[in-house]
């Protein structure tokens, strides 16, 4: 990450989030940008509504409307937020909006099923238009890249990291071979002249019927028996996928920024002014 030490105002700032004890949220409060924010979630809300209570658009675009609202709100924020810090932050920053809005959609899901007793079909979040495999497998194909560009480009290196790297490549993994099962049972499909299913909510590697529960080589073993690798829903598999990657992000993201700041501090103690970090 590249940050330079002459401009005062971007070293304090710096320095004033990764002493907070929570620099994540100090990251992400939209500073001069709140009001705006404000102004633009309620526009967006009164616009949804119009749009789902008065002209009977489906609920999904409730959601749409508002997100589309605050986005560019939030690129002005993460403009900022490079201009200052450096662009690895601004990423960062970035990054930890739209996966944590992307976790709580799961959440959402997870809620109407087990709360609200919603069938699985019908438990979709609050943006079921998104809930689509080639949605999946290009979002979290391109979340894997970001966080691999932020520790090989970036360097946020620890721990933390290192595991978000694993689970998300895990992850896009998992969504690659359901993708790949989807396009198959269309396909499938469309030579019985079957035009009129979807094969959405097929299972993945892990979880109920997926592969690992399937295979003659791991049928019998150890994984058969670790709780939920074979046996849980598809809603649950990526509740439980999300919720982990959201919470190596959030340490990863806490390390680095405790670690960003140190290292300012140690360079204008020694007077190395100029240089980056």
């Known amino acids: 990450m590249n940050i330079s030490l002459n401009a005062s105002s971007r070293r304090w700032s710096l320095q004033t989030i990764s002493q907070s004890h929570l620099p994540v949220l100090q990251l992400l409060h939209p500073r001069r940008h709140a009001k705006a924010a404000i102004a633009a979630l309620l526009i967006g809300l009164a616009l949804g509504a119009f749009a789902v209570i008065v002209l009977q658009f489906p ?4 959601t749409a409307i508002v997100l589309a609202t605050l986005l560019p709100i939030g690129m ?5 937020d490079a201009r200052l810090f450096g662009s690895m932050v601004g990423v960062l920053s970035a990054l930890l909006v739209v996966q944590g809005v992307h976790t709580i959609e799961h959440l959402v899901q997870w809620v109407q099923y087990y709360v609200l007793f919603w069938t699985a079909r019908q438990s979709n979040g609050l943006l079921s238009a998104a809930n689509a495999e080639w949605v999946h497998f290009v979002w979290n ?20 990291a290192y595991g978000l790297v694993l689970v998300a490549g895990l992850h896009a993994i998992e969504h690659s071979y359901t993708f790949v099962r989807y396009l198959q049972v269309l396909e499938e499909l469309r030579q019985l002249g079957v035009t009129n299913v979807t094969a959405q909510g097929l299972p993945g590697i892990v979880g109920r019927d997926g592969w690992l529960a399937r295979s003659s080589f791991t049928q019998g073993t150890f994984l058969c028996t670790l709780p939920g690798l074979t046996t849980a829903i598809r809603l649950d ?12 992000l959030l340490l990863a993201a806490h390390v680095f920024l405790r670690g ?18």
């Open 59 to 62: 609920g999904w675009t409730f």
């Open 76 to 80: 002005v924020k993460w403009r900022e």
């Open 141 to 160: 194909w391109a979340v894997l890249f970001v966080v691999l560009w932020l520790v090989i480009k970036g360097r946020m290196r620890n721990v933390w």
């Open 237 to 248: 598999v990526h509740f439980w996928w999300n919720a982990i990657e959201m919470v190596l």
């Open 260 to 277: 960003a700041g140190e290292k300012i501090s140690t360079a204008s103690y020694t007077g190395t002014q100029g240089q980056t970090v």
